[in-house]
């Protein structure tokens, strides 16, 4: 009885329905329609705030997490340990369960470290810079040439062009040092060179007077020294 009623309906929408359409026409008014669902999704898109990695790669992890904890079954756990298991079940469940337990929060950890230490908040942040950058750029994204010898050159080459860069700089300036030190010993030669001829000068004006007073010395006799 009810089936026929649910298939009386659905006789009578199926004929108002082109009735409907018809007035809507000659009225010139458009037909009633119900949300539309493209509309509705492409709003949602620009009222949702984008997506987050970390939430996703989270996500993934807890999705991983539940395989391996499903993988850890009781009775996989009971089929290594039959013997204690026959023995006494309740005692195999509770030690299962306090295993699960301890497995689930070991790997949360271990999860939570990895975010933390590898900092992928900030990594996974510099990411969506990069994308929203690349999206700027008309310029198509680096693709290997299947060459490894030309990629992997191409992935060195800039880097070592810089490291040269340095060196040269570094060159420059440990030439310039160098110049630097070398007027400066220049110098210093010079300086000793003026003080060894300033010296030998007056060594030989000491020479000449010690001369000149020997032979002032010996032209005096002692009668004239000494005669009164």
């Keep these: 009885m009810e089936d026929s009623e649910a298939v009386q309906r659905n006789e009578n929408t199926e004929n108002e329905t082109p009735a409907k359409k018809q007035r809507n026409e000659t009225t010139g ?9 493209g509309a509705e999704s492409k ?3 620009e009222t949702e705030p984008r ?42 469940e509770n030690i299962h ?12 950890e271990d999860i939570s470290k990895l975010i933390e230490e590898g900092r992928l908040e900030s990594k996974l942040n510099e990411l969506d810079k990069l994308e929203s950058a690349a999206k700027n750029k008309p310029d198509p994204a680096w693709r290997p040439s299947g060459i490894p010898e030309q990629d992997f050159c191409s992935f060195l080459m800039p880097y070592y062009q810089k490291q040269e860069a340095y060196l040269r700089l570094e060159l420059k300036k440990i030439q310039a040092a160098n110049a630097d030190l070398a007027q400066k010993v220049q110098a210093g030669r010079d300086n000793v060179a003026q003080t060894e001829q300033r010296v030998s000068a007056a060594v030989n004006n000491w020479k000449a007077s010690v001369t000149e007073f020997e032979k002032l010395a010996s032209s005096l006799g002692p009668a004239d020294v000494f005669d009164v």
Aim: charged share 30%; hydrophobic share 30%.
């Design 51 to 92: 997506w987050s990695r970390l939430k996703l790669f989270e996500k993934v992890m807890q999705k991983s997490l539940e395989k391996v904890i499903e993988h850890a079954s009781f009775n996989r756990f009971a089929s290594s340990f039959r013997p204690l298991y026959k023995k006494n079940p309740q005692r195999m």
């Design 29 to 37: 008014e458009e037909p009633s329609q119900g949300p539309n669902p």
């Design 43 to 45: 709003n949602t898109e």
């Design 97 to 108: 369960k306090q295993f699960i337990e301890e497995l689930r929060g070991a790997i949360q």
